[in-house]
């Protein structure tokens, strides 16, 4: 006769199984090439980027040192004169800018600037400023400001029209 089994439980059963293997780790790293194509065109448009602020930054050094300048200035019309010529003379070519005088300075700097300011009697107390001294009356100072701050330069016209 055959050896009596004894019953086993389900519970030895459970004990006599081997633990599941563990499964092989996530790799960080894509696995296809759309991923990693997506990535490279992510980071070369941030270098774009980065290096077109960079050139931005780096053009309109010039700006923020006429600003501290005239923030830095006892404000009478022929420092602003004098500060306003220096920027135009950074911004522009010398042959442009250097021999301009009265109306056609006035033109100049309203042509070069996204309003009228220096058409009106601010304009001419800038051109006679120089030569008669005296304090700058406050708006002169702000439309000084804003015109170092938003003239437009030869570049950024052409970077317009090759836009449009």
Same mark, same amino acid.
């Not at 923020?64 to 522009?92: G, N, P, V, Y």
């Given at each position: 006769?055959?050896?009596? /089994?004894?019953?086993?439980?389900?519970?030895?059963?459970? @004990?006599?199984? /081997?633990?599941?293997?563990?499964?092989?780790?996530?790799?960080?790293?894509?696995?296809?090439?759309?991923?990693?194509?997506?990535? =490279?065109?992510?980071?070369?448009?941030?270098?774009?980027?980065?290096?077109?602020?960079?050139?931005?930054?780096?053009a309109n050094a010039y700006r923020?040192?006429?600003?501290?300048?005239?923030?830095?200035?006892?404000?009478?019309?022929?420092?602003?004169?004098?500060?306003?010529?220096?920027?135009?003379?950074?911004?522009?070519?010398?042959?442009?800018?250097?021999?301009?005088? =009265?109306?056609?300075?006035?033109?100049?700097?309203?042509?070069?600037?996204?309003?009228? =300011?220096?058409?009106?009697?601010?304009?001419?107390?800038?051109v006679r400023g120089p030569y008669?001294g005296g304090p700058a009356p406050?708006?002169? /100072?702000?439309?000084?400001?804003?015109?170092?701050?938003?003239?437009?330069?030869?570049?950024?016209? @052409?970077?317009?029209?090759?836009?449009?």
């Open positions: 006769m055959a050896a009596e /089994s004894t019953p086993v439980t389900l519970a030895q059963l459970i @004990d006599r199984l /081997s633990p599941a293997p563990a499964p092989p780790p996530v790799p960080w790293l894509p696995q296809t090439w759309g991923w990693a194509l997506l990535a =490279g065109l992510i980071l070369a448009m941030l270098a774009g980027w980065a290096w077109r602020a960079r050139r931005r930054h780096r923020r040192r006429a600003l501290a300048e005239l923030a830095a200035s006892d404000q009478r019309i022929e420092s602003l004169a004098e500060i306003l010529r220096r920027t135009a003379l950074a911004a522009f070519p010398r042959e442009r800018v250097a021999g301009l005088h =009265g109306d056609a300075w006035r033109h100049f700097l309203d042509a070069h600037y996204p309003g009228e =300011g220096f058409s009106g009697p601010l304009g001419a107390a800038l008669r406050p708006e002169l /100072s702000v439309l000084v400001a804003e015109w170092i701050r938003r003239h437009r330069t030869d570049g950024d016209e @052409d970077r317009r029209e090759a836009a449009t």
